[in-house]
Structure formats: structure tokens, C-alpha cells
């Protein structure tokens, strides 16, 4: 392991990651002089990959509980898509699907001085959606490599896609919101509440302040998911998922072979 994470070891790693998305070789961990070892350096190799990958359309924030640090993964054009949607399971080495909810951002954020407030955070939300973020590894073997490396890999993000939702307005109570999840017709899960990191007004925050700014702040239209409701459930090939949230919306995708 390297003393010091250099600007060419950051992205020596991006290119590392972008091999196996393009069909190239996965190991069960980057080799240890490209392997981040603290959440600066696996951020910085986030960022690199993202702009290998394209324009930045979208964030995935989240925290272990309300009190933990966040943390974060952008997301780009070619992975966010509008529901009804159809992914294929081919080229994943798995595919897992987590309810959560989406933020539409109708004001920008760009990064400044003076940090921005919750109530200034909100009021620049345009909308909430009901949203399916489908999971996966790039790695040979999912959830082996080090978090910090998940990190650098986009967080084990897959595909996200957004369903309808509703004017922005009364907060989303993390502890009672009604959440529905279907695959091929049958309950899986049926509960309240669910989201660990808590309220999401502390995630989008923290995400503004901070875990967006490297990449240029949250821009008008971005879309921001805040966390899973549900935990993963893997599915298989021909697979139609169906998310309910109630008062919010719906969001249905078709796992394709």
C-alpha cells in the first residue's frame, strides 16, 4: 500500500473501475496501491470515473443511521431513466432492487461560502418521486471489496429509475411513510417507514454543503435519491418490480434477460 494517493494513482484507479464496465477483467478488490483509504481519496476516484462516464444528472445520498456522516455517488445520464423502464439482467453480475424516494431540484445549488440552510435546501425542490435504484457490482464478487473502493465504484449503483411523485410540500416522514414493494405480482414487502438514514432534509444538506460540490453543486433538474426503504432484494431475469409509495407515487421496471 502507497504512503501517499497521488493525482495519477486516482486516476490509474477511475481507469481500473472503467475496464470492467467495458467488458474488461473483475477483481475482488482494486490492487492495493490504487485502493482509496479514506473517503477523500475514494471520492476523488469517484469523480474521476464519473467524468469518464458522463454528464451528471443525478446523486445518491445516504448515512447508516440519522446521526452518521453521509455519503454519496453521482449518477449519470446513461444509468437514470424514466419509469416505465426495462433494464436488461445481461452484463450485471447481479442485479438487486431497493424502494426509495427521489428529489427533483427545480432551483440550482452551486457551491458557495455560506452554507445553505434545510429550508433553503427544500424550497429549491421541485418534487418527490417514487423511485427503484437497481443495484450491482463491478467487482468480481459483490460485497468483498472494501466500502471505500464501493465508494470509488459509484456506491454499487446499477441503474435508478424515477416514477411519479408530487409537488414538494410536507416533508416525507421516514418513520410512516407507507411503502409497497411487488415482484411479478406478489407483496415482498409492505411496511412504514424504513429509511435508515432518517430525514432526508439532513442528507440533501449535506449533499449541497459539501458531497456535491466537487463536481459543480446540484444543478436545475438534478435528481437526488435519498436512500433505500426497503434493503435489496436480488432479482432474476423476467422480473417485474413495482414500488408503491403512498401520497408520493409509483415507479415499475422490467428486468429483462
Do not use: C
Not at 63 to 88: H, I, N, W
Not at 115 to 130: C, F, N, R
Not at 187 to 198: C, K, T
Request: net charge negative; no cysteine.
Amino acid at each position: 500500500m502507497v504512503e501517499t494517493f497521488t493525482p495519477e494513482s486516482v486516476e490509474a484507479a477511475a481507469e481500473r473501475l472503467l475496464a470492467a464496465r467495458n467488458g474488461g477483467p473483475r477483481v475482488v478488490d482494486l490492487p492495493p496501491a490504487l485502493r482509496p483509504t479514506d473517503w477523500e481519496t475514494a471520492y476523488a476516484v469517484q469523480d474521476a470515473l464519473i467524468t469518464r462516464l458522463g454528464p451528471v444528472v443525478g446523486w445518491k445520498v445516504g448515512a447508516a443511521d440519522p446521526q452518521s456522516e453521509p455519503f454519496r455517488a453521482a449518477l449519470t445520464s446513461q444509468t437514470v431513466s424514466l419509469s416505465p423502464a426495462s433494464v436488461a439482467h445481461a452484463g450485471h453480475a447481479v442485479l438487486g432492487v431497493e424502494a426509495e424516494t427521489v428529489y427533483r431540484f427545480d432551483r440550482a445549488l452551486p457551491p458557495r461560502e455560506r452554507p445553505y440552510t434545510e429550508d433553503e435546501v427544500l424550497a429549491a425542490v421541485g418534487s418527490i418521486h417514487a423511485a427503484i435504484e437497481l443495484v450491482d457490482t463491478h467487482f468480481a464478487v459483490w460485497g468483498r471489496a472494501t466500502r471505500l473502493s464501493q465508494i470509488a465504484d459509484q456506491f454499487n449503483h446499477a441503474h435508478l429509475i424515477v416514477g411519479s411523485g408530487r409537488e414538494a410540500g410536507a416533508i416525507v416522514d421516514a418513520l410512516n411513510q407507507p411503502v409497497r414493494l411487488r415482484v411479478n405480482g406478489e407483496i415482498v414487502l409492505d411496511q412504514r417507514g424504513g429509511n435508515a438514514a432518517g430525514p432526508s432534509a439532513r442528507l440533501l444538506a449535506w449533499l449541497a454543503n459539501g458531497g456535491a460540490t466537487s463536481l459543480g453543486g446540484l444543478k436545475e433538474g438534478t435528481y437526488v435519491t435519498t436512500g433505500s426503504w426497503t434493503g435489496i432484494t436480488f432479482v432474476a431475469p423476467r422480473s417485474h418490480v413495482e414500488v408503491t409509495f403512498e401520497g408520493i407515487g409509483s415507479v415499475v421496471v422490467d428486468i429483462t434477460e
